[in-house]
C-alpha cells in the first residue's frame, strides 16, 4: 500500500474521531485542556525518541501522567480546571524544549513531532487510530446519556445520585487517546485541529444536539482529505494544510450564518414595515370615509 494510501485512510480515521472526541471537546468547554494535553506530551515523545522505542507510547504515557497531574491540581480550592491546564502546558511544553535542546541528535526530527506528518504514518498508526476510534464509540453507546445529562445538567446528575468520576473519567479517557493517536498525522501543535474544528462547525449548523456528530464526521474527514490532496499538489506541508482547511471551513460557514442572518432579519424589518404601512393606511382611508 503507498504511503499517501495510508496517509489517506488515517485522515479519513481522524476525521470519523472528530465526531466523538470532537463533540465532548466542544460540548464540554474542553478546548483548551485537549489544547495543553496535545502540547504537553511533547516531551514524552522526545524521551521515548532518545531511548529508541515507540514515540505514540511514549506521548500516551505521558498524557496518562499529564491527566492524573491536572487532577490533582484541579482538587486544589480556588483553582479551576483552565488554570491547571495551563501549568501542565507550560511544565510539559518546556520540559519537551529541554530534552529536544539536550539531545540535538535524535533519530526524529523535532519538528515531526510538533506539527507530524500524515505522509509518514504507518499501519501501526492507523492501528491505533482505529482502535481508539472503535472504543470511543462503546463507551458513548454506554454512556452517553449519562454524559449528556452530566455535562447540561451538573446539579441534577448529582442530585439523582450518580457519581460523577466515572463520566469524567471516559470523557477524559477518549479526549487523551484521541489527542495522542492524532500526533503522528498532525502533530502536538495542530493535533486538536482536526478533533476541534470539525465539531465547532457543526455546532453551527446542527438543527439539533444529536446531529452534531455526524456532520463533525462528515467535516472532519472531508476537510481532513482535502487537506492532504492540496499539501500533495502543491508540495506543502500535510497538517499546515490539513489545519488551513478546517480553520477555513469553520470561517466560511460562521460567515455564511451570519449572512443569512442578517438576510433573515432584514427581511422581517421589511414585513413588519409594510405591514405598518398598510396598516396604517387602512386607518386613514377609514377615517376618511368617516
Known amino acids: 500500500m503507498s504511503y499517501f494510501a495510508l496517509a489517506t485512510i488515517e485522515i479519513v480515521l481522524l476525521g470519523l474521531l472528530s465526531g466523538i472526541a470532537g463533540t465532548l471537546i466542544v460540548i464540554r468547554r474542553r478546548s483548551f485542556f485537549a489544547v495543553a494535553l496535545s502540547h504537553s506530551t511533547f516531551p514524552g515523545g522526545v524521551a521515548f525518541a532518545v531511548l ?31 488554570v491547571t491546564s495551563g501549568v ?29 506528518s500524515p505522509l509518514g504514518v504507518d ?44 463520566v469524567e473519567l471516559v470523557v477524559t479517557g477518549i479526549i487523551a487517546a484521541s489527542t495522542v493517536v492524532a500526533m503522528p498525522a498532525v502533530g502536538a501543535i495542530l493535533g486538536v485541529a482536526i478533533l476541534i474544528g470539525p465539531a465547532a462547525t457543526a455546532r453551527l449548523i446542527a438543527p439539533q444536539l444529536s446531529w452534531i456528530p455526524p456532520i463533525a464526521a462528515v467535516v472532519g474527514v472531508g476537510s481532513g482529505v482535502a487537506g492532504l490532496w492540496i499539501s500533495r499538489d502543491f508540495g506543502v506541508a500535510a497538517g499546515g494544510a490539513i489545519g488551513l482547511v478546517v480553520t477555513a471551513v469553520f470561517v466560511l460557514v460562521l460567515l455564511g450564518r451570519a449572512v443569512l442572518a442578517r438576510v433573515r432579519g432584514a427581511g422581517r424589518t421589511n414585513f413588519v414595515t409594510v405591514g405598518t404601512s398598510r396598516s396604517t393606511r387602512e386607518v386613514r382611508d377609514a377615517a376618511a370615509k368617516a
Open 52 to 82: 529508541g522505542w515507540n514515540l505514540l507510547l511514549g506521548q500516551a504515557l505521558f498524557a496518562v501522567v499529564l491527566v492524573l497531574i491536572m487532577t490533582l491540581l484541579s482538587r486544589i480550592p480556588g483553582q479551576g480546571r483552565q
Open 88 to 116: 501542565v502546558l507550560s511544565f510539559g511544553f518546556a520540559l519537551g524544549t529541554l530534552l529536544a535542546g539536550l539531545n540535538p541528535g535524535l533519530g526524529v526530527p523535532v519538528e515531526a513531532l510538533l506539527v507530524g
Open 123 to 166: 499501519l501501526s498508526d492507523i492501528a491505533a487510530t482505529a482502535s481508539v476510534l472503535v472504543i470511543a464509540l462503546i463507551a458513548v453507546g454506554l454512556t452517553g446519556r449519562k454524559i449528556l445529562f452530566h455535562t447540561f445538567d451538573p446539579v441534577g446528575y448529582a442530585a439523582a445520585g450518580f457519581r460523577t468520576w466515572p
